[in-house]
C-alpha cells in the first residue's frame, strides 16, 4: 500500500491544476522520465511573477537547499528584493538530483516564466552547477557571487594555509581570487542592475522545510510555501497601507542618512546640469539628467548619492525623490502589494479535476 508521501506525486498534476486555477497565471511545470517517473517539478506564483515584473529590483538570488526524507533531494529557489529590500521567493523547484542538467532545466524554466527579454541580473553563492545554469539559460546576464560566500571561502583557505601539509600547497587566498572574474566578486565592477544588492536572505520557511525532520508530500511542500507567500503579502500590504511618505520605509532612510552626510558638501555647478562635488575627501563629477555620479553610487544603487543631493540646489524631499529609481517609490510599492493577492489552494474534496490526466509516479527512493 503507497504511502501518502508517495501519493502525493500522483496527484501533484491536479493539485498544480488547482493552484493555477485559484492564482490566475501561475506557472508550473513537470518533468518525468520515460517511465512516468517523478524527476522535477517548477512552481512560480501568478502574482509573485507579476510583482517582479512590474515593481521590482530585477537581480535574482539564486540557491539551492537539501531535503531529507526518500524521494525529493534538493529545493531549488530564486528570490529577489522588493522596493523596502525585503525578500520575495520567486520561484522553486523540487527534484531528486542536483546536477547541471537539472540546474539548466530549472533556469529555462525560469525564463519561460519571466519572458524571454526580461533583463535581469543573478547573484548565488560559489557553485559551478549554479554557474552552468545560468549560463545554458541566461548567456548574456551578469552573474555574481555573495560577498558573504567569497569572505567564508577565503576563511576557509587561511584556516587550511595554516595547517601543514597544506601550508605549503595552496597558494594565498588573495590569489585564489585571481581565477574568478573581477565582475564575478567585486559590486564596484558589477553593472547597474546590481543595486549594491550584497546578499539576499533566504526566506524561513524554505530552512524549515529543508531542516524539518519530517518528511513533507511534495504537495504539502508547495502548501506551505504557498501560506507563507499568502502571508508575506498580507504584512507587505499592511506596510503599504501606512506609507506616508513618497519612497519606501527602507530607501526613505537611505536618503536621509545621505542628506545627513552631504550636508556641508561643496556643489559646483560646471555646465547645465553637470556639478562638480568637493565631500572633503575628494571631488566627483554628477551629471542629474544621465543620472550618474563618478562616485558609481548613484547608478550602482539606485538611490541618489551625497554628491548628487549635495548637487540639487534646492535639496527639497521631492527634488530627492525624483532622482530616486522608480521602483524604491511608495507608488510602486503599492502597486505590488496594495493589490495583488496570493489565494489558499482549495482543500482535497473541493479539487477540480482536469480533462486530461497525467500518469505521474513517484521518483524511485534515494
Ligand atoms: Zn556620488
Known sequence: MSTYTERSFSQLPIFLHNLQRTNPNTFTAIKKTDTNRFQFCFVALGCVIRTFLRCMISLIYVGYLPLLGSYLTTMYFVVALDGNHEPLLLAIGLGTLECEESWRWFMMKLKECLGEDTEVGFISNLCDKIDFGVQSAYPDSYHGYCPKDIARKIRELQSACRKPPFCTLLRSPIFWLDDIAISKWTRAFFPKVRYNVKSIDV????????????????????????????????????????????????????????????????????????????????????????????????????????????????????????????????????????????????????????????????????
Request: glycine share 4%.
Open 203 to 366: 526566506p524561513e520557511m524554505l530552512q524549515i522545510i529543508s531542516t524539518s525532520i519530517r518528511e513533507f508530500p511534495i504537495t504539502t511542500i508547495i502548501e506551505l510555501i504557498n501560506t507563507s507567500i499568502q502571508s508575506k503579502y498580507v504584512e507587505r500590504a499592511e506596510v503599504e497601507g501606512s506609507l506616508s511618505g513618497g519612497l519606501t520605509p527602507y530607501v526613505e532612510s537611505k536618503v536621509q542618512k545621505r542628506v545627513n552626510k552631504s550636508y556641508n558638501w561643496m556643489a559646483r555647478r560646471l555646465y547645465g546640469d553637470t556639478f562638480e562635488v568637493d565631500d572633503n575627501f575628494a571631488t566627483s563629477k554628477v551629471q542629474l539628467e544621465r543620472r550618474v555620479c563618478s562616485c558609481g553610487k548613484w547608478q550602482k544603487s539606485g538611490i541618489p548619492c551625497g554628491h548628487t543631493i549635495a548637487s540639487l540646489r534646492t535639496r527639497t524631499s521631492e527634488a530627492i525623490h525624483e532622482m530616486v529609481d522608480y521602483k524604491f517609490t511608495a507608488f510602486v510599492y503599492r502597486l505590488a502589494f496594495g493589490s495583488e493577492l496570493v489565494n489558499s489552494i482549495p482543500s482535497h474534496v473541493h479539487w477540480e479535476i482536469p480533462n486530461e490526466t497525467v500518469v505521474l509516479l513517484p521518483p524511485s527512493k534515494k
